[in-house]
């Protein structure tokens, strides 16, 4: 057996431990944008070279594009059969119907819409298809009575929406009032954007005024909007609630489907991750999620 000096083994050792460890990131970010040109028309004719997309301030290279994206769409329904929602409920129904006939026959052949409904519970009333007379039964079954579980809905409809391939997204028809969930603000969030989903609200205001309303729940349906790339409305009669399911369906019709994968940030303490996603032509604007969870650098 030849002689080791072990001050070179301690030396080698030492020089291996000061080595650079380099962190590399696979996980595809997928963003779903929605772009206006200067007049708040939708615009969808831009091409891949027309984006920019920064990940922490680091601009990153665009790896998946599509335009008018042929992926389909999964929407997952979140309805708030709570008391204090009893009042809107007929309207409500109806312009859904209207929602889910539209989704299922204008769009693509896969499209599949899912309702749940919450109030001290979630109920998953009917899970992903394409039938309608199944969405028309979950409907038909729902009263209001009890408390609200908002937070509670969007954590487990994230987590199913998690599971479908293609496009994804919530939609919230609420008094914005959450009074009952085991869910706390952050979860839900987390995992909308864990589903990449993207989350439009429909606020069902009892009153104008302040008096009465719950500003705090409407702050996190705000949140969890613009967080994620949605919209929020508020649809004081029928006709503009179904304007606003009109407008939704427009928005998933004109997406943009933009991928990347982290490259070059750097290391920090920080889970959230900013991103930002711009037009390089002047007088558009872009509605995108703002950013997405990762590990922490310890």
Do not use: W
Not at 49 to 64: G, K, L
Not at 234 to 239: E, F, L, R, T, V
């Amino acid at each position: 057996m030849g002689f080791v000096d072990r001050r070179q083994v301690m030396a080698a050792l030492a020089g291996a431990a000061q080595e650079p460890v380099f962190r590399v990131d696979v996980r595809l970010v997928r963003i779903l944008a929605t772009v206006r040109d200067a007049q708040g028309a939708l615009a969808g004719g831009l091409a891949r070279e027309d984006f920019v997309v920064t990940d922490n301030d680091v601009e990153q290279e665009i790896a998946v594009f599509e335009r008018q994206s042929a992926q389909p769409l999964s929407v997952a329904v979140l309805i708030d059969r709570s008391r204090s929602t009893q009042r809107e409920r007929a309207y409500e129904l109806t312009a859904l119907r209207r929602f889910f006939r539209a989704l299922v026959r204008e769009g693509n052949a896969e499209d599949a819409a899912a309702l749940y409904s919450f109030n001290f519970e979630v109920v998953l009333q009917a899970d992903f298809t394409r039938r309608l007379d199944q969405l028309e039964k979950a409907l038909q079954r729902l009263k209001s009575e009890g408390a609200t579980a908002m937070y509670d809905a969007i954590y487990l409809a994230s987590r199913d929406l998690e599971r479908r391939e293609g496009r994804r997204v919530a939609v919230v028809v609420s008094d914005g009032a959450d009074t009952i969930s085991k869910t706390a603000f952050q979860e839900a969030l987390e995992a909308l954007h864990r589903a990449d989903a993207v989350l439009y609200a429909l606020l069902l205001v009892p009153v104008k005024g302040e008096a009465g309303r719950n500003l705090r729940g409407e702050n996190a349906l705000i949140q969890f909007c613009s967080g994620t790339g949605g919209k929020m409305f508020y649809p004081a009669a029928p006709a503009a609630l179904d304007a606003a399911f009109g407008e939704i369906l427009r928005d998933l019709r004109t997406q943009y489907l933009i991928g990347y994968y982290p490259k070059n940030v750097p290391p920090s303490r920080e889970r959230f991750h900013r991103v930002r996603v711009r037009v390089r032509r002047e007088g558009y604007t872009v509605s995108a999620r703002t950013g997405y969870f990762a590990d922490a650098i310890p």
